[in-house]
């Protein structure tokens, strides 16, 4: 199976990378499903099926590109970063669809927003989150709508894991504080007090992020990865 979705993911880079090289992509292009895979734990057929389109890659994969680079990012996409991009994707969509209790389903909304705030931190700042999206688009208020699919699955996805842990993810202040020593220049800069709350989320957002990666590699053999019109 590995050897299979290293296989279609490189036919999605090499589709992104020439969208980009383009400048800009037809809206139609941008639209398609470039790939599907089926849930392995879903109850049924048809809860199943899982999408990938071209808009959403390639707006991760700008994201991830920025948040790799702290000084001035790097021009274009790189296979390495679309296939980081695309895996993840793939984890989030898998856990982001599940069913939650309706005490998880209500803090959805204010999580997709902190999940907001903590992609802000990683990209390195509001003006470098713009920029990504300048790039993924080609338009400086480009995005909105592929941005909030990608923090309401994210939060949901979370959201899933934490339950299936059975209890929230929380840090000691001793673990933050050695967060804080080694986090990102947007947490540093404010000071350990005021980037507290902050920080938290940052924190809560990289464990569960291990946490979806150690989930995928356990399921991924029944993923049946497809990619479509490569």
């Known amino acids: 199976m590995r050897r299979a979705i290293r296989g279609a993911v490189g036919a999605l880079v090499a589709a992104s990378l020439s969208l980009l090289a383009a400048g800009s992509a ?18 049924n057929a048809s809860m199943a ?18 948040e790799r680079s702290s000084g001035a990012p790097m021009a274009s996409l790189s296979e390495r970063v679309v296939r980081g991009a695309f895996e993840r994707h793939v984890i989030e969509a898998l856990l982001g669809e599940r ?13 997709a927003a902190e999940a907001r705030r903590v992609e802000v931190v990683e990209v390195g700042g509001e003006a470098r989150l713009a920029r990504a999206l300048e790039l993924a688009t080609g338009a400086k208020d480009g995005a909105a709508a592929e941005l909030a699919a990608i923090f309401r699955r ?7 894991l934490e339950i299936a842990v059975s209890q929230p993810i929380r840090s000691s202040d001793a673990e933050l504080r050695t967060a804080f020593a080694g986090a990102p220049d947007e947490l540093t800069k404010l000071g350990f ?3 507290l709350p902050l920080l938290r989320a940052y924190v809560r957002s990289a464990r569960l992020r291990e946490l979806a990666q150690s989930y995928y590699q356990a399921v991924k053999g029944r993923l049946h990865l497809e990619v479509v019109n490569p």
């Open 99 to 111: 069913v939650l209790p309706a005490s998880a389903e209500a803090r959805v909304d204010e999580l």
């Open 49 to 66: 099926r899982r999408f990938v389109t071209m808009r959403e890659l390639v707006v991760e994969s700008w994201l991830a590109t920025f």
């Open 193 to 195: 007090d005021a980037a």
């Open 154 to 160: 994210r939060a949901r996805a979370e959201l899933y």
């Open 26 to 43: 037809p809206a139609a292009t941008l639209e398609r499903t470039v790939a599907r895979f089926l849930d392995p734990e879903a109850g």
